[in-house]
């Protein structure tokens, strides 16, 4: 007798993070509407030197659709491993999801329910939790209101770009139907940018002329220490904006949209980092890579602005929120 296919793959790449991994498989095994028959969940360890392995076999043994991989050599760019986790997945849709990242308790129940809708036409369909909207979440949690599922509709790449913007840089937020991810070609074309993701999803939307964002709070990221410092100026300014450059120059999107998404990046994503940084007795993003980048806004009035107003009154901020702490522990 054949196995039935799943309707879903959660594909998770990890290394080196049991202790968050095992939390992770946790949250999706206890979600509404887990199934062995519905969906797995593929685990793809780029060579861990931790107890991943041992700890995992516990899951393993108990549950058939957890599927354990473990490299013999770690792949010589971490994300390629984004390609391995998925490429794994046997199901009809293919979701991508940190080591990091557990499920809220109803986020299978709806993304299962949504898979079951679009089966048949295999509309593309991604589920993003907008992870920067935390007045929208505090507000929500405070009165005790049920956020409700967002849902919006795509017909070409500058709708998408100018509506969702940086969330679609975050892993968790990726996810396709599996024979999509087969048919994009070169699929590690931007491996050294950190954001293949953001391509894929951009491929997926371009080749198909349509695509569904559900958009709620599916996700529950953990707090992890991170040690060092991060090149996130380089990563989400530069990096992130070569993607849009790749496809302005192809003629896939436009110059507004491009000159749109370049003006969000700088005041909605790393004005902020910069000023949480200058604030913070840890430091972590690099600030020089920042002034390096801001070249490429010399001739932009708006980045002025951003620098002169924007960024006193996001220290002002974030100040004030640091007595505010202080005051009332």
């Not at 080591?99 to 993003?128: A, M, R, W, Y």
């Not at 975050?170 to 070169?186: D, L």
Request: positive net charge; hydrophobic residues 40%; glycine residues 2%.
């Amino acid at each position: 007798m054949n196995k039935k296919t799943p309707l879903l793959s959660i594909c998770i790449p990890t290394y080196n993070r049991s202790k968050y991994l095992i939390e992770t498989i946790k949250s999706i095994v206890e979600s509404e509407g887990f199934n062995e028959d519905d969906v797995e969940i593929v685990i793809s360890d780029n060579c861990s030197t931790d107890d991943t392995s041992e700890i995992i076999k516990e899951w393993t043994d108990k549950y058939k659709n957890i599927r354990y991989f473990k490299r013999s050599v770690p792949t010589e760019f971490a994300d390629r491993n984004f390609i391995e986790a998925l490429s794994l997945g046997s199901g009809e849709y293919l979701k991508l999801n940190n080591d990091i990242v557990g499920f809220k308790q109803d986020t299978l129940k709806i993304i299962l329910s949504k898979i079951k809708e679009n089966i048949d036409t295999k509309e593309p369909v991604f589920f993003h939790s907008l992870i920067h909207n935390q007045i929208s979440k505090n507000l929500n949690k405070l009165f005790k209101l049920k956020e409700p599922l967002k849902e919006f509709h795509f017909n070409n790449i500058d709708d998408f770009i100018n509506t969702i913007s940086t969330a679609s840089t975050w892993i968790a937020n990726f996810g396709c139907w599996k024979e999509h991810f087969e048919s994009i070609g070169n699929k590690d074309k931007f491996l050294y940018n950190q954001f293949m993701q953001v391509d894929w999803t951009l491929d997926i939307l371009n080749k198909y002329k349509r695509a569904t964002v559900y958009i709620k709070n599916f996700y529950n990221p953990f707090r992890i220490k991170k040690e060092g410092t991060v090149d996130a100026f380089n990563v989400h300014g530069k990096k992130y904006l070569e993607i849009y450059e790749y496809y302005l120059n192809n003629g896939l999107i436009s110059k507004k949209s491009y000159e749109k998404e370049k003006r969000k990046v700088l005041i909605k994503v790393l004005i902020p980092m910069l000023a949480l940084n200058l604030t913070s007795k840890n430091h972590f993003f690099k600030v020089n890579s920042f002034f390096d980048f801001i070249k490429d806004y010399k001739t932009n009035i708006y980045m002025y602005f951003a620098i002169l107003i924007e960024l006193p009154l996001c220290i002002i901020f974030l100040l004030i929120k640091k007595l505010f702490l202080l005051f009332n522990k």
